[in-house]
């Protein structure tokens, strides 16, 4: 067997940017900015109640918590906006999920690396239909991509989609027991 390494040209190579994505359920945004606000909440909460004993800091108690909660309205904004700008791609060889509001981050998962999937959802997601897939690859400690804001019944065919490839595809041959 004779090894080969042909460079590319880097110029004909696809462009990711160019794949078409599918954004995820608009529900996502007000999930998402129900939980950051209910985090943020919390925190406003806790700093206005819990005692301080020393003056200078408990005269400035209530603007702590008020700020916090401004902080906490700021964040579920921002979240809101981010989850808008999220879309998956599901291609022939991979998974694609972009991310993010102001640093883009995009995963693209190799179909032939992937092990396992699952579903997730919490009670808040559910109550907005929405269901997280989560795909795992060999060698990881954890989840390797974690699809967030699919409708629970798009959520469940992607899964079966990735299940029937899972079991047409055979195993790598270094996975293969002798």
Known sequence: ??????????ERLPRLEEAPLTPVSPRLAPCQALQQLWRWWLLAV????????????ADWQGRLAVGIAVLGLAMAVLAWFEARRRAYGLREHDLCYRRGLWVRRTQVLPLVRLQHVETLSTPLERAFGLVRLTCFTAGGRGADLVLEGLPAARAEAVKQHLLARL???PAAPE???P
């Open 175 to 177: 996975e293969q027991a």
């Open 167 to 169: 079991e047409a595809e």
């Open 46 to 57: 806790l700093a206005r109640l819990v005692p301080l004993s020393e003056p200078p800091v």
């Open 1 to 10: 067997m004779t090894h080969t390494n042909v460079p590319l040209d880097p």
